[in-house]
């Protein structure tokens, strides 16, 4: 599977908004149980920020460099107009501007048909312009992504997924802690785009449309959000210089994006304003992870504990563990972090994250179990359905994991969920169901493409894609530059397997034994090391490692087990 703090999988980060920051010293350690177990070394330190431009300069090369079809994209999206006080609502050209939504469709009253077409008109543009400036096979896939967008509004009502740790806290108090993890962030959007019109100036409210806009495009796979996020978070600084509010949520914003060592950058921006920022703490992770900077993201884990133990931090400080190997540590602290949830948003992320880490180990009914619970505190929580869809899928009910993948991808159609159902569709292999999983791998060519309009660096969901399921230069292309960018062990993996399926596997071999070098236990890392290894001629290790994968997950991915267990039919027979 993909990076969990990424948002092309159910969301190992914190989709439900911290409380709204505390003043330094409040709500500080001791508020809630640490996540730490009673003994534990110090020994990592944090690290610094990576060195080059700034995160303004970063972001704004970003978007500079942006295809004049994304720009285009990105601008119809918006839907820029006046409000009756020419206020900005986030949607402008610029910090301080006076363009912002249609107060018609972002004011009161708005209702979720309005939403739902502007969602489905995304695609739809993006599929015009498509035509005249691309290939027809991308305008192609934008159609069928319009039609993915357009079934999950009909069918669902436009419920959302949960996203990474980008919750909103405002000066105004207009979101509570659980409103953006529980659907109820349009109508939270609604009320701050009103209180905006009356209070321009409230610097906390426009951070907090800010990083709401950044979870409304994770939640409804609409990247164009992401500029509009830009410009309130924009404002915000420009009302109140260096408000680590808005600091925090560019560094929500750069995650987003993938732009991780802007991430950071901001986060330590933020911190320095208020060290017991929840959402920088948070971020600060994430962007150390992701980087693959793993013993700082240890240091900033226990940093973050110490501040603003909560269930955020519970479930960063679980993953960091289980990066290095430490199942063990991941899976109490995960336990401590359930018995401390509180509301159903946290009981179903921090259930949601069991169930991820025991269907890293196998255990499909621990996860099943783990799932259940999620959904039992949020019956629509996506990551929940798609994550029960894999246990299900992995233990041989494939009918039911179809059929759940299904309802994953008609509400939100992100890689992670697309590729699983495409491959599910081609493991069945009934009558059209070929044509179906093509239409699910072009879907992630679709998705990749607005994604890219909206700033977001999607080269890592092209390189795991592609690999298995599209072109494999671009594949290679991809995986080259996020490695040139980051470091991690998902990103070795990608560029390993990117490396195999273009016959260079003495070359990709290296990058196998590196995504595996630091315990993670991942079947699918195994699997890909084990398969390289068999091609270089290292039979030994390959049968030690292709056993490894069955062993830990044998249902890790419909299409890669088979593969293994074809591998390893084949490794015997020559013995």
Known sequence: MPPRTTDSTPGRRDGRPPSPDPEAGTGGPGSVPSSRPAARSDGATEGTPAAGATPDTA?????????????????????????????????????????????????????????????????RRAADRGRRRRAAHLAGCAALLAVALTGGAVAFGGAGEQGPQVAAVSAAGSLSPGDLARGELDSAVTSLQRHLRAQPRDFGSWATLGVAYVEQARLKGDPSR???????????????????????????????????????????????????????????????????RY?????????????????????????????????????????????????????????????????????????????????????????????????????????????????????????????????????????????????????????????????????????LAAADHGDREAALRAARAEWDRRRSVHTADALAWALHVNGRDEEALPYARRATATGYRNAAFLHHRGIIERATGNERAAREHLTAALDLNPGFSPLGAREARAALDDLEGTR
């Open 59 to 123: 972001a704004d090369t970003a978007s500079d460099t942006a295809t004049e079809t994304a720009a285009e994209t990105a601008s119809d999206t918006a839907t820029e107009t006046k409000t009756d006080t020419g206020t900005d609502t986030g949607t402008g050209t610029g910090a301080g501007e006076g363009t912002g939504p249609d107060a018609r469709r972002a004011g009161a009253g708005r209702d979720t048909g309005a939403d739902d077409d502007r969602r489905v008109a995304v695609p």
């Open 226 to 292: 992401y500029p509009q996020a830009e410009r309130a978070l924009r404002r915000s600084l420009s009302l109140r210089s260096g408000n680590d509010q808005a600091l925090a949520g560019r560094a929500a914003l750069a995650a987003a994006r993938h732009d991780f060592p802007g991430a950071l950058a901001y986060a330590d921006r933020a911190l320095e304003q208020n060290p017991y920022n929840e959402r920088a703490l948070c971020t600060r992770v994430d962007a150390l992870v992701e980087l693959g």
């Open 295 to 463: 013993d700082d993201a240890a240091g900033a884990a226990r940093t973050a504990d110490d501040r603003r133990p909560g269930v955020p931090v519970f479930t960063r400080y679980a993953y960091v563990h289980e990066l290095r190997g430490d199942v063990r540590t991941a899976r109490d602290v995960l336990r401590r972090a359930l018995d401390a949830a509180s509301s159903p948003a946290d009981v179903a992320y921090v259930a949601t994250a069991l169930g991820q880490l025991e269907w890293n180990q196998g255990d499909y009914e621990a996860a099943l179990g783990h799932y259940a619970r999620a959904l039992a505190a949020d019956d629509a929580y996506l990551p929940a359905l798609e994550g029960r869809a894999r246990a299900q899928a992995a233990r041989g009910d494939r009918a039911a994991a179809v059929r759940g993948l299904e309802q994953v991808v008609a509400r939100s159609p992100l890689p992670g969920p697309l590729v699983a159902l495409g491959e599910l569709y081609e493991a069945r292999g009934g009558d059209g169901d070929r044509a179906r999983a093509r239409d699910q791998y072009a879907l992630v060519d679709a998705w990749t493409s607005l994604a890219r309009a909206g700033g977001v660096n999607a080269d890592l969901d092209t390189a």
